[in-house]
């Protein structure tokens, strides 16, 4: 049975938790394997981290999320900050440079260390991230996000998750009008319409408009000397965060990977969903094996 190691370290306005599972530095000749998400947090990489017995595997929470806790009160989190704690992570494993599988808001993240900190990663798989300034329709799209992020505020997470949900129900390019549309019931998605008055919620709060607002800095990504595979879900074709990650393989001159499932392909029953993890974590070692 792998042993997990928990750790916890201070970054900047928050104190940041990770786990290390597998062999000890030195003994391996892969480079450690981080699996990385943001708003969600390492519990999500239960199964597809058990895929992977034979390397060093390290999960963690981003700040505001799970066990990571932020101090300075801040109410929205931005990728720099984010990539400031990946590489606090990093260096404190002490087993770099490393290879990334970096998912959802977690690939944002990790776009912005490969593009301060590149000598810290040799490989990273960037699937789905879901930054709309590259999209053809980022001025509607930008638009959405901010409505969500206003939504929660104003009338609570029923509401504003109804919005997102309808939003990734889409296949292509937004409507110039989409705003305008009335907005949809929260019971169509089986959600409450009442509001519960909290307003931490790591999506829809803290990361929603700092994610999706990010522009990946494509010429420092182009210089770097890691090896930058921006990946897709097959059965998330023409969404939002599909649709960024071919459109910013275009910017860097690369063809995306295709990978099993959808947004959540590696899930194997966290948080209620059940992706292909086996077939997923089998895309993932081929395409690491290609470095």
């Given at each position: 049975?792998?042993?997990?190691?928990?750790?916890?370290?201070?970054?900047?306005?928050?104190?940041?938790?990770?786990?290390?599972?597998?062999?000890?530095?030195?003994?391996?000749?892969?480079?450690?394997?981080?699996?990385?998400?943001?708003?969600?947090?390492?519990?999500?990489?239960?199964?597809?981290?058990?895929?992977?017995?034979?390397?060093?595997?390290?999960?963690?929470?981003?700040?505001?999320?799970?066990?990571?806790?932020?101090?300075?009160?801040?109410?929205?989190?931005?990728?720099?900050?984010?990539?400031?704690?990946?590489?606090?992570?990093?260096?404190?494993?002490?087993?770099?440079?490393?290879?990334?599988?970096?998912?959802?808001?977690?690939?944002?993240?990790?776009?912005?260390?490969?593009?301060?900190?590149?000598?810290?990663?040799?490989?990273?798989?960037?699937?789905?991230?879901?930054?709309?300034?590259?999209?053809?329709?980022?001025?509607?799209?930008g638009a959405l996000c901010t409505d969500i992020h206003a939504t929660y505020l104003r009338a609570g997470s029923g509401r504003a998750m109804a919005k997102f949900f309808e939003a990734l129900g889409v296949r292509g390019e937004?409507?110039?009008?989409?705003?305008?549309?009335?907005?949809?019931?929260?019971?169509?998605?089986?959600?409450?319409?009442?509001?519960?008055?909290?307003?931490?919620?790591?999506?829809?709060?803290?990361?929603?408009?700092?994610?999706?607002?990010?522009?990946?800095?494509?010429?420092?990504?182009?210089?770097?000397?890691?090896?930058?595979?921006?990946?897709?879900?097959?059965?998330?074709?023409?969404?939002?965060?599909?649709?960024?990650?071919?459109?910013?393989?275009?910017?860097?001159?690369?063809?995306?990977?295709?990978?099993?499932?959808?947004?959540?392909?590696?899930?194997?029953?966290?948080?209620?969903?059940?992706?292909?993890?086996?077939?997923?974590?089998?895309?993932?070692?081929?395409?690491?094996?290609?470095?």
């Amino acid at each position: 049975m792998t042993e997990t190691v928990t750790r916890t370290l201070a970054s900047t306005g928050a104190t940041i938790t990770y786990d290390v599972r597998g062999a000890a530095a030195g003994s391996e000749a892969r480079p450690a394997l981080l699996l990385i998400g943001s708003p969600m947090d390492a519990t999500g990489f239960t199964t597809l981290a058990s895929h992977f017995p034979d390397r060093t595997v390290v999960t963690y929470d981003p700040r505001g999320a799970g066990r990571s806790v932020r101090t300075d009160g801040v109410a929205e989190h931005l990728p720099v900050e984010h990539a400031e704690d990946l590489r606090r992570v990093i260096e404190a494993v002490g087993l770099g440079p490393v290879e990334i599988f970096a998912s959802s808001g977690g690939a944002v993240n990790a776009l912005a260390l490969v593009a301060a900190h590149p000598e810290l990663v040799s490989t990273l798989v960037a699937h789905e991230p879901p930054v709309v300034p590259v999209l053809p329709d980022a001025e509607v799209v930008g638009a959405l996000c901010t409505d969500i992020h206003a939504t929660y505020l104003r009338a609570g997470s029923g509401r504003a998750m109804a919005k997102f949900f309808e939003a990734l129900g889409v296949r292509g390019e937004f409507p110039a009008d989409w705003l305008s549309r009335p907005a949809p019931d929260p019971a169509a998605f089986g959600l409450p319409a009442e509001d519960d008055g909290t307003r931490g919620d790591p999506l829809l709060g803290q990361n929603m408009r700092g994610c999706t607002g990010y522009r990946p800095d494509a010429e420092a990504l182009r210089a770097a000397g890691t090896r930058i595979v921006p990946a897709v879900g097959k059965e998330s074709e023409g969404q939002f965060p599909a649709r960024a990650a071919v459109a910013l393989a275009g910017e860097l001159g690369r063809e995306p990977a295709v990978f099993p499932g959808d947004h959540g392909g590696f899930l194997g029953g966290e948080y209620g969903q059940h992706g292909e993890p086996e077939a997923f974590a089998q895309t993932l070692r081929a395409v690491l094996d290609q470095a």
